[in-house]
């Protein structure tokens, strides 16, 4: 967005409460990889020039990446800046941080959709004992005592995080609910480069049916390693780790799952085969059917006839919970009138419920690949086009056109 | 899948659960329903259960008619078999929301169903019931349907619509998942 407001010569700051790409170097686990190839963190005018674009960044190229990016575009950014408050004001907006105040007739909440770990009320009644920990406080399994641990929660970083455990030797339980599964590879070629090619991500948000629902879609259990091996259920399943359903409850220290895991795992393997599905006749619509292999599917997910439906919590088999259940954002700084009912912002792809409001970076804002980095740039010159029309319609107080500062 | 002259029709009225979909997503409290059975005993295991009114979109409401179902234990049991048991009784409702499920989600997909028949099989150790083993539990040790659907589809479609409408049905989610049951005493 700074370099798209850059190139239209529209003043602003970028305010940042930590360093450049802080939540990628403070709020990740150690192990992670960006589960896009290199090549695909296309951001305006800057793209991969390293020699392994097929590959997947760790986080400490993921920082270097953005901080590069950010010096490459000369981004005005304030660090350490952390915004304690925004609300509407004469001029537009008063964005309050702990350095200093600024008014601006428009602002860009950049600040993403991951700020706070999503964990359910039942965990209030795990007995005590039981060592509890959420995604974003995970670095690595030496942190969690040995012995058994409960993952909750099977997509990206539920999947990711349960491999990783189990691997370490503690075995893993992993609770399943909702999950959306694909391959890593198909037919010769990476499913990031299918769902690019076939305009998978590029799918726009006016164009879908249920925009409530793609917005709150799982992640992909879909993980970035060298040997671009597929981390699904089934692999889980093969190294020993044990599913169970939805975590539905906790009652007298048992823990409660629900009776719908197959159920669960058939609707991910049926939406898995239509994206396959879309993949060979994009293929066949291009005469192209003689590269890479022929179209196959994948082993249904295998689950039990009977998997269990309770566990004692208190008889000591498991150790750890890791809470594997999602993020949502932290808007408690947003003095706005722009919230829904729940708590999320009222918006149209990106333009929200108030004059002058911008959002980026969110599920499905304006496209599925909105939330990827290499989504950043289609949206941020999409709104920026959208800002600047705004700022020049004089509708933003014209005594703002600048910024200003107490 | 629609032909030049054939309209798909499953009998259910989409456009009128859309609608109440996005009406109820303005007013949620019109979304609270309440739904209600009472159960009278005639003698032994028998009993007469009847279901006639619910509150729903703000006001009570009733059926067009009283509904009964007659419940009791069969020969087996010692019992005089005057009606199914509660046990079938519940197995026939998750069937029902999920046979009505099918032909909505069809409905909504635009595919022609001609004919639906689910089979509902639940399994139980009756020791649980009569107190014979503690760790024996009262209810199914599980429970399969199998369906047989004749529709305008492929087989994976079907499947789909199938798996959706577990994804949606009341029954399904009151047997898969925990519900807090309060009974007391006037």
Redesign the interface.
């Known amino acids: 967005m700074s370099r798209c407001l850059a190139e239209r010569s529209i003043d602003h700051v970028v305010l940042e409460r930590g360093e450049v790409a802080n939540s990628w170097k403070t709020e990740r686990w150690d192990s992670l990889r960006l589960l896009t190839p290199n090549w695909q963190s296309r951001l305006p005018g800057f793209t991969y020039q390293g020699n392994d674009p097929d590959g997947f960044r760790n986080m400490a190229e993921t920082v270097a990446f953005i901080k590069q990016y950010a010096r490459a575009i000369s981004a005005p950014v304030q660090t350490r800046t952390a915004v304690t408050s925004v609300k509407q004001v004469d001029s537009g907006y008063e964005i309050t941080t702990d350095q200093r105040t600024w008014y601006a007739p428009t602002v860009v909440l950049a600040s993403g959709a991951c700020n706070v770990p999503v964990v359910p009320a039942v965990s209030k009644l795990v007995p005590p004992g039981i060592a509890m920990l959420t995604a974003m406080q995970y670095r690595n399994p030496h942190q969690l005592a040995d012995g058994g641990v409960m993952v909750v929660g099977a997509s990206a970083t539920g999947t990711q995080i349960a491999e990783e455990i189990q691997r370490s030797g503690r075995p893993v339980t992993l609770s399943v609910g909702e999950h959306v599964r694909v391959p890593r590879v198909y037919r010769g070629r990476d499913i990031a480069w299918w769902m690019d090619a076939c305009g998978v991500f590029d799918e726009r948000y006016e164009e879908v049916d249920n925009l409530d629902r793609v917005r709150n879609l799982p992640s992909f259990q879909l993980a970035g390693s060298d040997d671009r091996r597929t981390v699904d259920l089934n692999s889980l399943t093969e190294i020993g780790v044990k599913l169970v ?1 939805r975590l ?2 906790v ?1 007298e220290g048992k823990a ?1 799952f ?3 895991l197959a ?1 669960l795992c ?2 991910a393997d ?1 939406k898995m ?2 994206l396959l599905d879309r993949i060979d006749a994009w293929v066949s619509e291009r005469g192209m059917d003689d590269v890479g292999a022929p179209p196959h599917r994948f082993e249904p997910t295998h689950v039990d ?2 998997p269990p439906l309770v566990f004692d919590l208190a008889r000591g088999r498991i150790r750890t919970i890791v809470w594997a259940t999602g993020f949502c954002p932290d808007y408690s700084w947003l003095h706005v009138p722009v919230l829904d ?1 729940k708590g999320r912002i009222r918006h149209d792809g990106g333009v929200s419920a108030a004059p002058g409001l911008y959002l980026l970076g969110l599920p499905f804002l304006r496209r599925r690949k909105s939330s990827l980095i290499d989504g950043a740039g289609d949206d941020a010159r999409d709104l920026s086009a959208h800002l600047a029309a705004y700022l020049a319609s004089g509708a933003a107080h014209s005594r703002a056109a600048s910024l200003a500062h107490s | 899948m629609e032909t030049a002259t054939h309209r798909v029709d499953n009998g259910v009225n989409v456009a009128a659960l859309l609608g109440a979909r996005d009406a109820l997503t303005a007013a949620p409290e019109a979304a609270r329903f309440q739904w209600r059975a009472t159960c009278q005993w005639i003698r032994g295991t028998y009993s007469r259960s009847a279901v006639e009114s619910f509150f729903g979109l703000g006001e009570e409401q009733k059926h067009r008619s009283t509904f009964t179902f007659e419940a009791d234990h069969p020969e087996v049991f010692a019992s005089e078999d005057h009606g199914a048991t509660p046990v079938e009784i519940v197995l026939a409702g998750l069937a029902s929301c999920l046979t009505a499920g099918v032909a909505s989600v069809a409905q909504m997909r635009d595919i022609q169903l001609r004919s639906v028949k689910a089979t509902v099989e639940g399994a139980m150790d009756i020791r649980g019931i009569l107190g014979a083993d503690a760790d024996v539990r009262n209810g199914f040790d599980g429970i399969k349907v199998v369906y047989e659907i004749d529709a305008d589809a492929t087989p994976e479609q079907i499947r789909a619509i199938v798996a959706q409408s577990q994804k949606r049905s009341a029954v399904y989610d009151i047997i898969t998942n925990p519900t807090n049951v309060r009974v007391e005493v006037k």
């Open positions: 359903g539905a409850g009652s409660q629900s009776g719908s159920n058939a609707l049926l085969i239509r006839a009977s009912r």
